[in-house]
């Protein structure tokens, strides 16, 4: 105990005395949170070309660097979306059929509503998303515009078009669920620049609450396969269980949505370091939003029923050790309520510093960026959000706090003298 105490103030002079040139910039924090969770025994944090240089106190004494006083803000990591379909949305509002009137967008409309779905998302304090399904390249045009510098937008990492038999229509009188088809499947995803490969493995979507198998399990070991093989990373869709078995033996590395998780598959994916992506809050979203989709009251009870198996669902999955990371399936108008998931999490018996990183660090141990992103730590990238309260206490400093958010040592977002702060209405959960 006396030696760790005393390995900390040594850690902690070294960390306040590391040099940094006058190109840095120093902000200063109330209070700095990490990913962990944790709150750092440090208020300020020096970056320098888009790097933490030196996270420490009164940093501004060992260096020329310019000080940026964030006065009563709380720091945190910049926040990882784990699933979105940024590329899903539509000019103007829904008038009531949402699906239909995507269906009939131009590439053109899409692209232009993609942009905006990457603007509100860095509202939200999101500064790198995993998107999961979109066609037509716009997911990589809009992904490389972003790096390039030339869109404002989180960071995305993304899948192309989802594996998904609508996507992959089989030849006339063959059977699809063969490993070769799927195998064949995933290639042509690797070819075109994917960062993921997703497997639709069951149905159930906005008001379809089904989970039909649609790929056997020797087919999605197939594709997960060539895909590790490639270097890239596996994800699976699946509403209920029914893909669930598949995704654990075929061993990839998060899975989506599943409610009604047995304790064998908690502890199997526990084993495996599977991802759990629950995906709560977007069949609330379903739910509050209805008449934008023409859903009747039917659908909107189904929903609430669906949240609330997905919340018991989650309570276990965390209570056993499972990492769990923020993922809110957002489309068309929920852009912007992406973070209120964290609200679900809390619901499921998550500790605020257990949903703090799940949108943080578990988000970058998904990606496999956890040595880049998701946290505040010197020669990491930096990103950072600040926010008005203190989600240590209450959750919703994050949800509808978001005051300022730095993207890569830029500040692409910043409230601090005007503008609106982003307060989404997260509505009754179920
Ligand atoms: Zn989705």
Redesign the pocket.
């Known amino acids: 105990m006396r030696q760790n105490f005393i390995l900390q103030v040594i850690l902690s002079i070294l960390i306040v005395t590391m040099p940094v040139s006058a190109e840095t910039t120093i902000y200063r924090f109330t209070k700095i949170i990490d990913g962990t969770g944790e709150a750092l025994l440090a208020r300020d944090i020096a970056v320098e070309s888009g790097i933490i240089k030196a996270v420490g106190n009164n940093l501004d004494r060992s260096s020329n660097g310019n000080l940026v006083d964030m006065g009563s803000l709380i720091a945190l990591p910049g926040l990882i979306d784990a699933?979105t379909?940024i590329t899903y949305g539509l000019p103007e509002a829904p008038k009531g059929n949402a699906w239909g009137e995507l269906g009939a967008t131009t590439r053109e409309q899409r692209v232009a509503a993609a942009k905006r779905n990457a603007l509100l998302t860095l509202e939200t304090g999101v500064t790198s998303v995993r998107d999961?399904?979109a066609g037509g390249g716009i997911d990589f045009e809009l992904r490389d515009a972003i790096n390039a510098g030339a869109v404002r937008g989180p960071r995305i990492f993304t899948s192309g078009p989802g594996i998904h038999p609508a996507n992959d229509p089989s030849p006339e009188g063959t059977d699809k669920t063969t490993p070769e088809f799927l195998k064949a499947a995933a290639e042509k995803r690797i070819e075109s620049g994917a960062d993921w490969i997703k497997i639709f493995g069951t149905t159930g979507s906005a008001d379809d609450l089904t989970s039909r198998a649609y790929y056997s399990a020797a087919a999605i070991k197939a594709a997960a396969d060539v895909a590790k093989a490639a270097g890239k990373r596996i994800t699976v869709?699946s509403y209920g269980i029914e893909a669930v078995d598949a995704a654990i033996t075929a061993g990839v590395t998060s899975l989506?949505h599943p409610v009604g998780l047995t304790e064998n598959h908690i502890k199997a994916m526990k084993a495996a370091d599977i991802i759990y992506v629950p995906?709560i809050d977007h069949n609330r979203y379903y739910a509050q939003h209805s008449e934008e989709y023409g859903y009747d009251s039917n659908v909107r009870a189904n929903l609430r029923v669906f949240v609330g198996r997905n919340i018991e669902t989650v309570r276990r999955a965390n209570h056993a050790g499972v990492t769990i990371a923020m993922g809110s399936?957002a489309v068309l108008t929920g852009f912007g309520e992406n973070t209120c998931e964290l609200r679900a999490f809390i619901a499921a018996g998550m500790s605020n510093a257990e949903a703090i990183k799940s949108a943080t660090l578990n988000g970058a141990m998904l990606l496999g960026q956890d040595n880049d992103l998701g946290r505040i730590k010197v020669g990491y990238t930096a990103d950072f959000i600040a926010v008005s309260g203190d989600p240590l206490t209450d959750i919703n400093a994050i949800i509808s706090g978001v005051t300022a958010v730095m993207k890569e040592g830029v500040l692409v977002v910043d409230h601090r003298t005007g503008g609106k702060v982003n307060k989404p209405n997260c509505g009754t959960l179920y």
Request: glycine share 0%; proline share 0%.
């Open positions: 699933h379909h999961l399904n869709h989506d995906t399936d």
